[in-house]
């Protein structure tokens, strides 16, 4: 039976913050959770929503605690920011040096550069601002990315900075009016879910990545906060046992390709909030267990080593056969972290001890770190020199981008990641004949008018491509270049078709588009370029990463008929015969006598999988860029 009393709009007197074993076998839980999402198991592959459990139980334990100690006048931002630097920095700073230095002694220099940046916000406390420009938390190429996780703890740090003035503010207007204190929370939280829910319409990645847009999370911690110190109870003997099934069922139902997903993560808050609300007199599901309270205790470290420890046996492709043995590892390491470095320094009061050795490590990490950057990634990874100039490409995906001066524009090219690719070769080309173009590409996104790319966590940024293109194009009047992966899942919008690989529509549905796109963009010329065959290598990162990294042979070349689209491209280089365009097929000039190739003497074709380097790029164009095609004004 549930009960519910109500006393009083104020507090009188403070009261005791005790500490729940449930809470923190909640933690557990949470990072559970986490750590077999990225251990691929396909029961959690939603196991990411262990994050936005993190991010309620911050929201409900630091706004209680700062309340509590403001209405006792014992609040200090001075201790309070103490605390959070000796609780969170010694066990990342830690993380971030070893990482830093395993990267020097085996990581190669490519992947350096792009690691190196990312280990510096994070010094600075800012890492979901790098990966919100610069990748989807649910792209594959995350598999290689050994701080991506440590854009969640961004958020956290930055909702720990603000969130302490912001009640300071709120306490000195409104002092213990509990009643407004909740009326604001509830007014920010649902401010804050609307433009979460919002997000698909402007800004996917930032939905995602910043803490404006997941501050609902937090407030929904903070308004059970405030309504506990109001004297509201609430007992249920089955409502933890539900919530936490409902939990693991969101962690399995929740797919993050799905459209609604953003909409229906309502549901682990609601749970989440569900079961630190509820204060049973009998603990149905054990939450308050030893094993899992150990977890919850441990929690913080496991989060920040698990990951590094999986990417680094991930791309040595040692993963997946010995997964017990790195899930073992990773509690392991966890614990001896939690033991040595968590617990040694979390006391505020030797915070001068403290400093000192964050300093140390702060500036191992930022000389690092800051030579790997200055010196294109170089360290002690020896290896063959396979042209890195023309391997490493610059990205644009998710920007639009005008190279040159207004008046020499002369083309635009837009697509997917598959049309980033080329564009430090167009650039190489613009500034050679004194021309300029525009570029607008978004990753994992056909940029056609009726089609749905299946992952359509990614669909609403691509109508705005394609409606940016029509506004840049009723401007300028420009040739216009696509380019698509092309064998994509996709959905007819129309009607409601899913179209796969093997799907006999699939090239109707993709010509008929093509013809919509020219006759709504009027471009002077239309040139459209196939799928490139990729690199045919199931290992992480693709032919250059095997190369590099695993001590096996990898395959230079693989039979033509292997390569990504290789039939869509096919026909469409039929279908596509006409005056009225041009089509580009990539397989021409990377494939000869039936193979296709990863690398043409001492250079790489691919940077990773499926996306050109440099060089593949410059060899896929080079008849159109040899031509004066792009060179006539109509």
């Keep these: 039976m549930s009960k519910i009393n109500y006393v009083s709009d104020n507090i009188d007197s403070p009261k005791i913050f005790n500490f ?135 958020v956290e740090e930055q909702f720990y900075i603000f969130l302490p003035l912001f009640l300071v503010v709120i306490y000195r207007i409104f002092k213990s009016n509990l009643n407004i204190v909740l009326r604001i929370f509830i007014f920010l939280s649902l401010f804050s879910l609307a433009f979460y829910l919002l997000g698909y319409f402007f800004q996917l990645n930032a939905t995602f990545y910043l803490l404006p847009f997941r501050l609902w999370e937090f407030l929904a911690g903070g308004i059970i906060a405030v309504v506990e110190l109001k ?68 929690s913080f470290s496991l989060y920040l080593f698990h990951q590094p420890l999986f990417e680094f046996t991930k791309i040595y492709d040692i993963f997946n056969d010995y997964i017990i043995i790195w899930l073992f ?97 167009l650039k190489k080309y613009s500034l050679k004949n004194e021309i300029g173009f525009i570029s607008l590409t978004t990753s994992a996104c056909i940029s056609l008018k009726n089609i749905i790319t299946y992952n359509s966590y990614v669909d609403q940024d691509c109508s705005k491509v394609y409606d940016e293109l029509l506004a840049i194009q009723e401007k300028y009047k420009l040739d216009v270049i696509i380019s698509q992966r092309w064998d994509q899942k996709l959905i007819d919008k129309e009607s409601k078709i899913v179209h796969d690989s093997k799907s006999e529509f699939k090239e109707i549905l993709i010509i008929e588009n093509i013809e919509i796109l020219k006759n709504e963009v009027l471009p002077n010329k239309l040139i459209v370029i196939g799928s490139v065959p990729g690199s045919n290598s199931q290992e992480t990162g693709g032919y250059f990463r095997c190369v590099v990294y695993k001590n096996k042979d990898c395959l230079e070349s693989f039979p033509i008929q292997n390569g990504i689209a290789y039939k869509i491209n096919e026909q469409m280089s039929t279908m596509l015969q006409s005056n009225d365009y041009i089509f580009i097929n990539p397989y021409i000039n990377l494939c000869n006598g039936g193979m296709c190739f990863n690398k043409i003497q001492d250079s790489l074709i691919y940077y990773d999988n499926s996306h050109l380097s440099l060089f593949g790029s410059d060899l896929v164009l080079r008849e159109l860029l040899n031509s004066q095609i792009l060179l006539d004004k109509n």
């Design 20 to 154: 729940r074993k449930d809470i923190q076998g909640l933690r557990g839980l949470a990072v559970l959770l986490v750590v077999f999402y990225h251990s691929n198991f396909d029961f959690f592959k939603a196991g990411f929503i262990g994050v936005d459990i993190f991010f309620v139980i911050s929201g409900y334990l630091i706004i209680k605690k700062i309340l509590l100690q403001q209405l006792k006048n014992e609040f200090s931002l001075k201790i309070f920011y103490l605390k959070r630097v000796s609780r969170i920095l010694p066990a990342l700073y830690f993380l971030l040096v070893i990482n830093a230095g395993l990267s020097f002694l085996i990581k190669h220099p490519i992947d350096n550069i792009f690691y190196a940046k990312s280990s510096i916000t994070t010094l600075f406390f800012i890492p979901n601002f790098f990966y919100w420009k610069n990748i989807n938390y649910f792209s594959s190429k995350t598999e290689i990315m050994h701080l991506i996780h440590t854009w969640s703890l961004g």
């Design 231 to 298: 004297d509201f109870k609430f007992s249920n003997n089955y409502m933890n046992f539900l919530s936490i099934i409902f939990l693991l069922l969101c962690s399995n139902l929740l797919d993050p390709s799905n459209y609604f997903t953003n909409y229906f993560m309502i549901l682990p808050v609601l749970f989440t909030g569900l079961i630190i609300i509820n204060q049973p007199s009998k603990n149905i599901l054990l939450l308050e267990n030893k094993p899992l309270v150990f977890v919850g205790n441990i």
């Design 329 to 425: 590892l990773s509690f392991l390491i966890s614990f001896m972290i939690f033991k040595y470095v968590e617990e040694k320094y979390r006391d505020y009061k030797n915070i001068k001890n403290t400093s000192k050795v964050l300093f140390v490590l702060f500036l191992v990490t930022l000389s690092i770190n800051s030579y790997f950057i200055q010196n294109d990634g170089n360290n002690l990874n020896i290896i063959e020199n396979y042209n890195i100039d023309l391997l490493e490409r610059k990205s644009y995906t998710g920007e639009l981008k005008f190279h040159g001066n207004e008046e020499d524009f002369r083309f635009i090219i837009f697509g997917d990641s598959h049309a980033d690719h080329y564009i430090e070769t």
